[in-house]
């Protein structure tokens, strides 16, 4: 019975609006006038009729495509922009942007005429506006004028599903973090890139719940129709699959491309297509000189290193490429420990555990060069690296990258830990290398990771995770006498601050590389170096939601101070909405810019001020 109080206190019995068929759709659409769109001057104004029982108001050319009727999906809902317009949305709301904000005092008038929220009315005694959503988190920005206006598609995609979702831990009230982690979550599992279609129908059934907690907290501004387009999207993902064949990203880096090549403003469609024959020329040049460097190939900056070596011994198979000038050094403490986590990590050697000692003074004919020389200790001049790059993937030390905006000294490994499988969550301290007997080609060596390993003992509390996010305490440690990992069994992460405990409590961040696919090394499929992805994960997980109730009447209370509005804005405000109501109710409003768009009489001109959606920079 609370939970009347968010709404309008009417209990709501209706079912899931049908959808219609293919042939329903079609006879509806032949009962539409054909009305020529835009303000064309044979057009009129057209009174709406409520009782022909149409919500059409013109009929798609596509629908005169034989193939059209059959077509599983007729319209693709675009994720990026979909995406783009609720995180702008939201942040807008949480931090009062001009212009952008949901909670503004139209959205409290609504309240008032739906007769919902009274706690967040506008208050007649000097008409204060509470705002209990955008002052706790813009008190944290202390940068003079920030703006959020030059944000890409790509980054509000970062910002929903990462970001946004740490930085309201602890600063927001629990039930307000909770419904914004989830709808964050869902967009993080819808854009993964391999779809269940158990977890899509589990999706399917926890965004409609999702909405309606957002709804008991936000004001009704906020749900336009790209929030509400989001209940369609699992439905089009098990239609089409994953969001990479689906979503604008590609399409708009073609756009960014095709729109730089302009020259003469006056003819952007020459401009392009002699952009394009140039590009052809070069391209196809370009096949007749292998030994220069083009862009098909130029190596990436996180090259992946190619190990050319025959040796049968997969710890001299690394693949890893060291950056930067070494510092040679001795390490006498810990040389055993090196060259034992070595031995018990190279599967050639667990044959041999068991009479290791006896091949040091017996060499059998079954033994190969590289056996041998791993059977023989590293060099005592040990070689220590800042850097390196493994598979694709940059590592810094912790000591390299303190000047540095990036974070790339994140690692994660998996182990056991009293007979139980855990991941370890650490920072990497020094990039190693042992080199053993050289072969002919002068190559045997091992890259080993030295990590200070943070304390997950979750029966210390030193490990806190509420099913969305890891918090790590970073100032305790353990396994201290156990630093040493091989180079290949890392994986990156990385840590953010975490808002809720504060203090040396770090938030665990695990993604996917946008850069690296995990593909069969038989298929000949080949990813083009010059093409650009975007972030996605490896997969979608399935994930609960939860089901308390939200009670949000104390989200106000602190609010001592609100925002002062003058009486005649408020009454002004109420004149407007009267007006356009009446307005609203016999006319249809008309799209103005598509028959601009259409006309061939129109002289079309790109401006320099184009708003950009493109990632590139």
């Known amino acids: ?94 931090l009062a942007l001009p212009g952008k904000s949901k909670d503004s005092i139209n959205a409290r008038l609504d309240f008032e005429d739906m007769g919902i929220r009274k706690d967040l009315h506008l208050k007649h005694d000097g008409d204060s506006l509470y705002d209990g959503y955008a002052s706790n988190l813009a008190s944290c920005i202390t940068a003079d004028g920030c703006n959020l206006q030059g944000l890409k598609t790509h980054d509000c995609h970062i910002i929903l599903q990462r970001i946004l979702l740490a930085a309201l831990r602890g600063i927001m009230h629990n039930e307000i973090y909770v419904a ?39 004001p009704p501004s906020l749900f336009d129709v790209m929030l509400h387009l989001s209940i369609h999207l ?11 064949y689906g979503w604008m990203y590609p399409v708009e880096r073609r756009l960014y491309t095709l729109k730089h090549s302009v020259r003469n403003m006056a003819r952007p469609e020459g401009s392009i297509a002699e952009a394009y024959v140039a590009n052809e020329c070069l391209h196809a040049c370009s096949r007749y000189f292998d030994d220069l460097e083009t862009r098909h190939n130029r190596e990436g900056r996180n090259r992946e290193h190619l190990d050319t070596s025959e040796g049968d011994i997969s710890v001299f198979q690394h693949g890893v490429d060291l950056l930067g000038a070494p510092r040679i050094t001795y390490l006498e403490k810990d040389y055993d420990k090196m060259v034992w986590y070595v031995l018990n990590n190279c599967p050639e050697v667990e044959p041999f555990i068991e009479y290791i000692g006896a091949l040091r003074y017996v060499r059998g004919e079954d033994i190969s060069d590289d056996l041998f020389a791993l059977s023989c200790e590293p060099d005592l001049r040990i070689r220590v690296y800042s850097a390196c790059i493994v598979d694709g993937v940059r590592y810094h030390t912790v000591d390299r990258e303190k000047n540095r905006r990036t974070q790339n000294s994140g690692v994660m490994a998996e182990g056991t830990h009293n007979g139980e499988d855990i991941e370890f969550y650490g920072c990497l301290r020094e990039i190693i290398q042992l080199q053993y007997n050289a072969d002919s080609t002068g190559h045997r060596s091992v890259v080993i990771f030295r990590c200070d390993w943070f304390d997950t003992e979750s029966k210390k509390g030193r490990l806190k995770d509420d099913g969305l996010f890891k918090s790590i305490n970073h100032s305790c440690f353990w396994y201290k006498n156990d630093p040493f990992i091989l180079a290949p069994q890392a994986t990156m992460v990385f840590y953010l601050q975490d808002t809720k405990f504060g203090g040396n409590w770090r938030v665990v961040q695990k993604f996917a590389h946008r850069h690296l696919w995990n593909i069969d090394e038989t298929s000949g499929d080949e990813i083009p170096k010059d093409v650009t992805l975007s972030y996605q994960d490896d997969e979608c997980v399935a994930s609960n939601i939860q089901h308390t109730e939200v009670i949000l009447n104390n989200v106000t209370a602190g609010v001592e101070n609100g925002v002062i509005i003058d009486a005649s804005v408020v009454e002004d405000l109420h004149r407007q909405r009267e007006v356009e109501g009446m307005q609203n109710y016999f006319e249809d409003e008309e799209d103005e810019t598509y028959w601009q768009y259409a006309s061939d009489n129109d002289e079309r001109t790109i401006p320099n001020d184009v708003d950009d959606d493109s990632d590139d920079d």
């Not at 054909?34 to 022909?52: A, C, E, L």
């Not at 699992?234 to 990479?244: N, S, Y």
């Open 1 to 94: 019975m609370e939970e009347k109080k968010d709404y309008d206190g009417k209990i709501e019995n209706r079912e899931k609006p049908q959808e219609f068929s293919a042939a329903e759709l079609r006879q509806q659409l032949e009962n539409v006038k054909d009305v020529k769109p835009g303000k064309h001057p044979q057009s009129k104004k057209r009174k709406r009729d409520t009782n022909d029982g149409q919500c059409w108001k013109k009929r798609l050319c596509l629908w005169d495509l034989p193939y059209w009727i059959d077509l599983k999906l007729r319209h693709n809902l675009d994720v990026m922009h979909i995406e783009k317009n609720i995180c702008e949305s939201l942040l807008g709301t949480f």
């Open 180 to 218: 914004i982690a989830e709808l964050g979550n869902f967009f993080q599992q819808l854009c993964a890139r391999t779809l269940k279609l158990d977890v899509l129908r589990q999706m399917k059934d926890n965004i409609p719940i999702i909405l309606c907690k957002l709804e008991k907290i936000f």
């Open 234 to 244: 699992p439905d089009e993902a098990i239609l089409r699959g994953p969001v990479q």
